[in-house]
């Protein structure tokens, strides 16, 4: 099925954190989401508008400390333009041949103007989304039945040359999408543990400590942020598990963000936890350690040491289309899936777990997160994650951002209405529904990306041209 781009809006809004989150070296509590509405016209002549929403996410794409954070949201700016310009001019193609035919022309775009391949992945997976979304909506089938149909036109590609043989309709046919999802709580570097870590309270009736939230939603997977310092690690551990270790039975990931200089430093962090009598219960609940190691050391540096221990996967690290491939040499054994860095890029790196693994590798895909908030942002996220089968997702924007704050209060009714499993009425607004832990998701197997219903257009800011590169006085 293929389709020319013949139209792109960008829009953007901003938004206020209810609690600050820190991870890595930022500690968040504004930020801004980015909107994308997009228009196809398919060989029959026939059109269709798709959309697409994600997070303009400071210090995450570019850790660069040079870097202000408005220089980082123009960085992603810059990168969606440069897709947006290169999708109105390619013509028809399917929609996985749009994403693989201008991998490389838009990385090098990218790279040109000193963006790097994972500020490269953010345009073009917005741009990819939308049109997904809209091609979907055209032929009113929902991710899962147009995926197993593979409605993208998935096909062995040159940027995957490791893949050349493989049957990606056959694997895609074969997908099982999950019903509900495990929402994995993120606990942030600020976060307080218990009632004696605060001197003030938001008091928004929503749960603010660990404490509070694990009593309030049930969780039964967690998130947990290092700093790259191992004795405040091992402190704040231990008063994590303190709370956790109440609980019936539970599950956690280690998150360092790049923290620590190198792999021995994400070792010694690893030997102090088995170390420590007190976080017994936490280390056996580890299900693997992500991205521990800086980028610029991450992918030239062995991490079989600490992978004999635990898992160890890449985050920040996953630029280049082919990182796994490197990772995986390097003792590495998992990547995360994010929508912001593209759903083709999950599905080629989900076949190559698929291959691997039929010589009894052991390679897997993580589901995290980046601030998802709700609406077309979280639901086209939670999509691509029962897609893929994985048990559980990184969620924090339920907890960091208080529900569909910042948005019309008609939006927010609407989205209700249309995914009731999802999303509960309270008396502070709708909110992301989370029960024993689960998220209910049957209900985005509507037409489109995990969502029919979209966004009030017309209560955002159109996007602002991205001042990228950087210039004097600027």
């Given amino acids: 099925m293929r389709f020319a781009v013949i139209a792109v809006e960008a829009r953007e809004w901003a938004f206020t954190l209810r609690l600050p989150f820190r991870f890595g070296a930022v500690t968040v509590t504004q930020g801004r989401q980015a909107v994308l509405r997009l228009r196809i016209r398919d060989e029959s002549g026939q059109e269709g508008w798709g959309c697409a929403a994600e997070s303009l996410a400071a210090k995450w794409f570019d850790k660069d400390p040079a870097l202000t954070d408005a220089q980082n949201e123009d960085q992603l700016r810059r990168s969606l333009e440069l897709a947006a310009a290169a999708s109105l001019a390619a013509g028809a ?14 990385t090098a775009a990218c790279a040109r103007e000193g963006l790097n391949p994972l500020v490269a992945s953010y345009g073009r997976a917005l741009l990819d989304r939308a049109a997904l979304d809209a091609l979907l909506k055209r032929h009113g089938m929902s991710v899962f039945d147009g995926m197993r149909a593979n409605i993208g036109g998935m096909v062995p590609h040159p940027i995957a040359p490791d893949l050349a043989g493989f049957d990606f ?31 003030a309270r938001v008091a928004d ?23 790259g310092d191992v004795a405040a690690d091992i402190d704040r551990l231990c008063r994590i598990a303190a709370v956790l270790d109440r609980l019936h039975g539970y599950h956690a990931t280690l998150d360092g963000n790049e923290q620590y200089a190198d792999a021995e430093g994400a070792l010694a962090l690893w030997r102090a936890i088995e170390a420590e009598p007190r976080l017994a219960r936490l280390a056996a609940s580890i299900l693997y350690v992500e991205q521990p190691v800086r980028r610029a050391r991450a992918l030239d540096t062995g991490m ?7 898992p160890v996967i890449i985050d920040e690290s996953d630029g280049p289309l082919d990182a796994f491939i490197q990772a995986r040499a390097l003792g590495y054994s998992g990547v995360s899936s994010k929508s912001c860095k593209g759903i083709w890029r999950s599905l080629v790196n989900l076949a190559r777990c698929r291959a691997w693994n039929a010589d009894g590798a052991g390679c897997f895909l993580s589901a995290e997160d980046l601030t998802t908030l709700p609406g077309v942002c979280v639901q086209q996220d939670l999509a691509l994650v029962a897609l893929l089968g994985l048990a559980h997702v990184e ?27 999802l999303y509960a009425d309270t008396p502070r607004g709708p909110r992301l529904r989370i029960r024993d832990g689960l998220l209910e998701i049957g209900s985005l197997a509507t037409p489109g990306l995990g969502a029919t219903e979209e966004p009030d257009f017309a209560a955002m800011a159109p996007m602002p041209k991205a001042l990228w590169p950087p210039t004097a006085g600027r």
Avoid at 205 to 227: I, M
């Fill in 93 to 106: 193609n399917t929609a996985f041949g749009h994403f693989a035919d201008s991998y490389a022309d838009h």
């Fill in 395 to 421: 969620r924090n924007g339920h907890h960091f951002v208080a529900g569909f704050a910042g948005r019309p209060k008609a939006e927010a009714v609407r989205f209700l209405e249309a995914h009731p499993d």
């Fill in 169 to 199: 309709a056959r694997m895609l046919a074969g997908l099982q999408p999950a019903q509900r999802l495990h929402a994995r709580h993120t606990v942030g570097l600020v976060d307080p543990i218990t009632a004696t870590d605060q001197t």
């Fill in 304 to 310: 079989a040491a600490l992978a004999a221990a635990r």
């Fill in 205 to 227: 009736g929503l749960p603010e400590t660990l404490a509070e939230v694990a009593h309030a939603y049930g969780h039964r997977y967690w998130k947990l942020k290092v700093s």
